[in-house]
């Protein structure tokens, strides 16, 4: 007998008294403004949040932000967005993005109740980029910020072979007595741009 | 061969010597317990969501086999290996042989409490791999050489002096060098440099989603995350327990887990893994290690309800003040004295005691596990089983006696009223009454509550009998 034929043979033993999935539709949360909610949120986490009017506007804030303008290396795959000053495309091992300084990526919506943004590997070859990037910016339409992870999960169809992730602030830790720290192996800061203009989200760089 | 009984209280007086290190361990988790209200309260549905997600655990197991079978097909369908293990030391082999076939001298993991119960870093070491543990808080334990003593906080018992003895020891930092930040950054650049040479990355699971054949990881540090998206080999190490049916069911539990752990509206990385990254490799060991056995239990099935947020350890009176090592099992504090004797009644049968069934741990545990309810039921299966020791076993049986009759009590009553007032002391605060280590006995009443209650009661009933 295989162990997967004991371990399920064991769990089948055990009959168990039948118990209904609960429902799931039920009065969750929202908010006012969800947008305002979204930016609170994350400035609490440690991210920030900066609200444009269109692709322009995003260009030029982004321009004035110092880890955009001070990093070496910098990736964009917001189309119209910052400058790509790796080979992108060329690279097939994701170690060579350990010296990235700084990356500005599509996210595809954000969530009022957590600061959190969904992104996915979707046109993002490497996802290793999220989580090895010095500094991490993410755009997403301002339209897109949904009030709770239950209409997160319902705008999701996850089951196809994609990875995708909720990410909600810079990397940290508290784990030496307690203490805050921002910046524990991953991203030091992470700052979501909100576009206002008509595109639901940025389109990709690639 | 039984392992020698873990014996709590000399544990946790031991733990309680340093007294202001004691109150500060106290005060920090409840800190933590604290921030944990404010998220609780930060939403109407907190107390719906708690229901739910008990509710669909309950489905999930009632289901587990159907479950587990339909998470095999997906997660096979998106190219997934999934293999199966009874045992800890069948997850072990069958880790150590993925490596092997790998190739894979270094190995980073992200926090996982099955390979801690399985005791897999010494098993991979043993054979030469180099295992790094990528949460900082286990990585400052495996530096220091212990198991971890919370779940969630895992250096939660050192203090920043401790922290940065070590560091130097083992990163080179500053010597007497104690900031925060400043470790934590030499920290980083130490764990990137292992993120950059590992040949394999292992993680533990948060939640497998039967339906899609899908992982979720959760860390704050992103350590999982760097751990597997850079070599082309990831193991994810899952108790059978860890299904959920639905994908929509994860709203539900991610929006109670961080709260619950941390007071955090959600970790900073919640990663929805289905199946390998493209030219990867994607093993996932489902781990029964006694799981299944558990799960045929009507008194103990639902501890496997537990999504390892730690709430209950930070808000148990008994844990904050006596450490998690005091427990010495992987998980400590309320649900670890109930998983830990399932495992070994005989060396584990103090840790139920280890409890004043306040039951603070069923208030805060997100899936509504009935946590002291279970302790208590562990305490009389533990005397049933005939665990208990002589002092207990022998105390309880005169308890019995006396309090089964009610001439005895009385009698004894009268006398221990006379006869312990004026005994020499030694002879009351002595090693046969633990009860009194830190405690002094009340004054001795002259009239016991019956004499008192007759005294009171019963003259008005024979003024009235008088008069009709």
Not at chain 1, 39 to 68: C, F, K, N, S, T
Not at chain 1, 170 to 197: N, W, Y
Not at chain 2, 236 to 243: N, Q, T
Request: contains cysteine; aromatic residues 6%.
């Amino acid at each position: 007998m295989t162990s997967r034929d004991k371990i399920l043979t064991a769990i089948r033993k055990a009959r168990l008294p039948a118990a209904d999935l609960p429902p799931l539709e039920r009065d969750w949360i929202t908010y006012p403004d969800p947008l305002e909610q979204f930016g609170e949120v994350l400035r609490q986490i440690g991210g920030a949040m900066v609200r444009v009017a269109d692709r322009a506007e995003l260009a030029h804030r982004l321009e004035e932000l110092p880890v955009y303008r001070d990093a070496r290396q910098a990736l964009s795959l917001v189309e119209g967005a910052g400058r790509t000053t790796i080979d992108w495309h060329g690279i097939d091992d994701p170690h060579a993005l350990e010296t990235v300084d700084f990356a500005i990526l599509p996210g595809q919506f954000g969530v009022a109740e957590n600061g959190a943004v969904w992104v996915t590997d979707r046109g993002v070859r490497q996802r290793a980029i999220y989580f090895i990037v010095q500094h991490l910016a993410l755009a997403i339409s301002s339209a897109s910020i949904l009030h709770n992870m239950h209409q997160a999960y319902e705008r999701l169809e996850l089951g196809g072979a994609e990875f995708g992730a909720f990410i909600a602030g810079p990397s940290k830790t508290a784990d030496i007595e307690q203490s805050l720290v921002v910046g524990a192996h991953g991203p030091r800061s992470m700052t979501v741009f909100c576009v206002d203009s008509a595109e639901p989200t940025p389109r990709f760089g690639v | 061969m039984h392992d020698a009984a873990v014996d709590h209280p000399k544990l946790a007086a031991e733990f309680t010597r340093d007294k202001p290190r004691a109150h500060w361990h106290d005060a920090t988790l409840w800190f933590v317990r604290h921030k944990r209200d404010k998220a609780a309260q930060s939403l109407p549905e907190w107390e719906t969501l708690r229901e739910t997600a008990g509710a669909i655990k309950a489905h999930t197991m009632a289901h587990l086999a159907d479950y587990l079978e339909q998470f095999e097909r997906a997660a096979t369908r998106l190219g997934a290996h999934v293999h199966w293990a009874a045992d800890g030391e069948e997850h072990n082999r069958i880790v150590l042989e993925l490596l092997e076939q790998h190739a894979a001298r270094r190995v980073v993991k992200s926090k996982s409490m099955l390979t801690e119960e399985c005791h897999l870093n010494p098993f991979l070491e043993e054979h030469g791999i180099e295992v790094i543990d990528t949460d900082l808080g286990e990585r400052i334990v495996q530096l220091a050489g212990t198991p971890p003593s919370h779940i969630v906080l895992p250096a939660i018992h050192l203090k920043k002096e401790d922290v940065g003895q070590l560091f130097h020891e083992h990163l080179g930092t500053t010597a007497g060098a104690t900031d925060p930040k400043y470790l934590a950054e030499v920290a980083r650049g130490h764990l990137r440099d292992k993120f950059m040479r590992a040949d394999a990355g292992i993680t533990g699971v948060n939640f497998a989603v039967a339906e899609t054949g899908g992982l979720i990881v959760c860390t704050n540090e992103g350590n999982a995350d760097l751990g597997v998206s850079l070599p082309k080999l990831h193991i994810a190490s899952m108790g059978i327990e860890k299904l959920i049916p639905r994908a929509k069911d994860l709203g539900v539990f991610l929006r109670l887990l961080a709260r619950s752990a941390t007071g955090q509206p959600i970790t900073t990385y919640s990663s929805h893994f289905h199946g390998p990254r493209p030219g990867g490799e994607l093993h996932i060991v489902l781990v029964d290690n006694g799981r299944s056995e558990l799960l045929g239990s009507d008194d103990f099935r639902r501890s496997l309800h537990c999504i390892r947020c730690g709430a209950c350890m930070n808000t148990c009176p008994v844990y904050r003040r006596s450490g998690g090592f005091s427990y010495r099992s992987t998980v400590p504090g309320p649900i670890g004295s109930i998983l830990a004797p399932a495992r070994d009644p005989a060396k584990y049968h103090s840790l139920p005691f280890a409890c004043s069934l306040c039951g603070s741990c069923t208030d805060v545990c997100p899936v509504k596990i009935d946590l002291h309810h279970q302790l208590l039921t562990w305490r009389g299966e533990i005397a049933r089983e005939g665990h208990l020791p002589a002092t207990k076993r022998i105390g309880m049986k005169l308890g019995r006696i006396v309090l089964a009759r009610p001439w005895l009590y009385k009698l004894l009553g009268a006398w221990a009223r006379r006869i312990v007032p004026r005994l020499p002391r030694i002879l009351v605060y002595n090693r046969l009454n633990p009860w009194g280590r830190q405690r002094e006995l009340p004054p001795f009443p002259r009239e016991s509550f019956r004499d008192q209650y007759h005294r009171r009661h019963d003259k008005p009933r024979q003024d009235t009998d008088r008069h009709s």
